[in-house]
């Protein structure tokens, strides 16, 4: 009889534990197939995070879509129409851009009437436009400064005066770049991503041979000469608004010393929010993601600080404080919607948050 029992507890136990594991498996099986839901919806849908208002809109979803003043729509047949093609014509370019004028005439001698010989004048004109592109040239621009002395000073005087005339300072001292040059140089290479071996093949191509060593050199040089007092005194004033954005992104150097080509660097952005009368947007590259870059960056700064979820944020000092982006919330929620099946996706919690954040961002 005790051993009948004994036996019984145990298929009773080994019953409950197997329950245990079942009702274990079914919630990974869940978890599992939600993942493969979400993995599949990344890697096949729309990319864009926009969703269905009705179908969320689980709490008024007639009283929202409802206008009872609207009478009932008539159907209408709608003919079928074409669109025109249109071609590129003046009006589509700057109003600005120079006109060059081409006169096609007929030499004077051909223009006598083969009937009567008589001379024959314009009786009319026909126009016809056309965009030329003229690409860059390169010119030499020789300064040359005259420098003055006074002759009778010369003939009865010890002391001649000598006065020279203004000349502007060249943008790089020592240097035989130009302003424009300069500015070519770095439109094509930080706004068209042409990289400086590619200008160098496109200099030489015009028979200039200016290589991308110095080419690099104009740049770092006018960036410390130039840009950066620029950038203190934009970082100066961006510190002084009481609501900032911050994040950043990850990027490789190469050739970066003391670190490998394939490790991470960081780019870090900070810029002002939408009640600045003037946008300010500064970057700040640091080899790492560490907290003491945002710290050393914001010193002079005390307000709000909307950024992401990273913790290095929120390691600031306390008169920075930091409000959370809900644009990374919601796509939480909508990352738990899309993990669920077609007919429990409707009325869930995750539905209810992305609800919630759209609401928000009417306002």
Same mark, same amino acid.
């Given at each position: 009889?005790?051993?009948?029992?004994?036996?019984?507890?145990?298929?009773?136990?080994?019953?409950?534990?197997?329950?245990?594991?079942?009702?274990?498996?079914?919630?990974?099986?869940?978890?599992?197939?939600?993942?493969?839901?979400?993995?599949?919806?990344?890697?096949?849908?729309?990319?864009?995070?926009?969703?269905?208002?009705?179908?969320?809109?689980?709490?008024?979803?007639?009283?929202?879509?409802?206008?009872?003043?609207? @009478? /009932? &729509? $008539?159907?209408?047949?709608?003919? #079928?129409?074409?669109?025109?093609?249109?071609?590129?014509?003046?009006? +589509?370019?700057?109003?600005?851009?120079?006109?060059?004028?081409?006169?096609?005439?007929?030499?004077?001698?051909?223009?006598?009437?083969?009937?009567?010989?008589?001379?024959?004048?314009?009786?009319?004109?026909?126009?016809?436009?056309?965009?030329?592109?003229?690409?860059?040239?390169?010119?030499?621009?020789?300064?040359?400064?005259?420098?003055?002395?006074?002759?009778?000073?010369?003939?009865?005087?010890?002391?001649?005066?000598?006065?020279?005339?203004?000349? @502007? /300072? &060249? $943008?790089?001292?020592?240097?035989? #770049?130009?302003?424009?040059?300069?500015?070519?140089?770095?439109?094509? +290479?930080?706004?068209?991503?042409?990289?400086?071996?590619?200008?160098?093949?496109?200099?030489?191509?015009?028979?200039?041979?200016?290589?991308?060593?110095?080419?690099?050199?104009?740049?770092?040089?006018?960036?410390?000469?130039?840009?950066?007092?620029?950038?203190?005194?934009?970082?100066?004033?961006?510190?002084?608004?009481?609501?900032?954005?911050?994040?950043?992104?990850?990027?490789?150097?190469?050739?970066?010393?003391?670190?490998?080509?394939?490790?991470?660097?960081?780019?870090?952005?900070?810029?002002?929010?939408?009640?600045?009368?003037?946008?300010?947007?500064?970057?700040?590259?640091?080899?790492?993601?560490?907290?003491?870059?945002?710290?050393?960056?914001?010193?002079?700064?005390?307000?709000?600080?909307?950024?992401?979820?990273?913790?290095?944020?929120?390691?600031?000092?306390?008169?920075?404080?930091?409000?959370?982006?809900?644009?990374?919330?919601?796509?939480?929620?909508?990352?738990?919607?899309?993990?669920?099946?077609?007919?429990?996706?409707?009325?869930?919690?995750?539905?209810?948050?992305?609800?919630?954040?759209?609401?928000?961002?009417?306002?």
């Amino acid at each position: 009889m005790k051993t009948q029992e004994i036996t019984a507890e145990k298929l009773l136990g080994l019953i409950e534990e197997k329950d245990r594991k079942i009702a274990e498996l079914e919630q990974q099986v869940q978890w599992l197939m939600s993942q493969i839901r979400l993995a599949r919806h990344k890697q096949f849908g729309a990319s864009s995070e926009r969703t269905d208002a009705v179908q969320l809109s689980i709490f008024n979803e007639a009283e929202s879509g409802s206008d009872m003043t609207v @009478p /009932e &729509p $008539v159907l209408t047949e709608v003919k #079928a129409h074409y669109r025109k093609r249109t071609r590129l014509t003046t009006d +589509k370019l700057p109003k600005d851009l120079p006109v060059e004028i081409i006169e096609h005439k007929l030499p004077a001698k051909d223009c006598i009437c083969p009937e009567c010989g008589s001379e024959m004048h314009t009786m009319g004109k026909e126009t016809r436009e056309e965009l030329k592109i003229i690409p860059a040239k390169a010119v030499i621009v020789r300064h040359i400064q005259h420098i003055y002395a006074c002759r009778n000073c010369e003939a009865a005087s010890d002391h001649v005066p000598i006065i020279k005339a203004d000349m @502007p /300072e &060249p $943008v790089i001292k020592g240097g035989f #770049a130009s302003p424009e040059t300069i500015a070519h140089i770095a439109v094509q +290479k930080f706004m068209m991503a042409s990289p400086l071996y590619r200008q160098e093949q496109e200099w030489k191509q015009n028979g200039i041979l200016l290589s991308r060593q110095t080419m690099s050199n104009w740049l770092i040089k006018a960036c410390h000469d130039w840009l950066t007092p620029i950038y203190e005194e934009m970082k100066r004033r961006l510190c002084e608004h009481e609501v900032l954005h911050g994040d950043e992104t990850t990027l490789q150097v190469l050739k970066e010393p003391g670190k490998a080509a394939q490790s991470k660097s960081y780019m870090w952005l900070y810029r002002t929010s939408g009640e600045a009368k003037h946008q300010l947007v500064l970057y700040d590259y640091q080899p790492d993601r560490k907290h003491i870059h945002p710290e050393a960056f914001l010193k002079n700064f005390k307000g709000y600080l909307h950024a992401d979820g990273y913790e290095g944020y929120h390691r600031l000092p306390e008169k920075i404080i930091v409000v959370g982006c809900l644009a990374h919330l919601r796509r939480k929620f909508f990352d738990a919607f899309k993990t669920l099946p077609k007919e429990k996706q409707a009325g869930s919690n995750a539905a209810i948050g992305v609800a919630y954040c759209d609401k928000l961002f009417q306002f």
